[in-house]
């Protein structure tokens, strides 16, 4: 997964979505603030990853290994959970401030043909489908902090390039060696084959 795309891309939608700017959406992997503050603040977080239907494998020379490696290519499906995470010390719901009046407004503009087609043209990821908005509040340090959630399943590719020694290895050839049939007692045949196999990192000879 190319998380440096998918995390600069989520966080400038949700900056430009949301009107907070860059300076109101941070991930939550970063250092977090405490929430004191009438201001709300968007923290994002990627909650949850899974594959969708079934890999695709392809094998192709490895660049530059000067060998007869082969270099595995795995290509898929994978969902994710973008959860978007709001929090303000205002408790007034009529505020622009407060984190569901916040992600009400961002669900709406998440679910725009505008917003799918950004999306598409950056090719990061896609909005699947925008869940219902959860409320999470807390306390911290003896002070009350409203706080809502809203997850938004993401839909996005992966590739995998494992070029590392042997990596495409398999079975390329295989020797018979001396044979020999015998006859059993009612007259049919016995076959004994010895097989002496080499293992070779590279093409099938058909």
Known sequence: MDWTNIKSTAAALVADLSGFGPAGVKWRDAVREPTYGYQAIVYLRVASLRQQGTDEEFYDDAPGSGTDDMAVTVVGRRGFTLSIRCESSTTDLASAQHPLVVLERLAVRLRRTSTAQ?????????????????????????????????????????????????????????????????????????????????SGPTDVDP
């Open 118 to 198: 950004r999306l598409s043209d950056l090719g990061a990821f896609a909005v699947a489908q925008v869940e219902a908005i959860q409320y999470a509040p807390y306390v911290e340090q003896g002070k009350h902090v409203e706080c809502y959630v809203l997850d938004v399943q993401c839909n996005a590719f992966d590739v995998d390039v494992d070029d590392t020694l042997d990596a495409g290895g398999f079975v390329d050839e295989v020797k018979l060696g001396p044979a020999s049939v015998k006859e059993s007692a009612d007259g049919s045949a016995l076959g004994s084959i010895s097989l002496d196999v080499d």
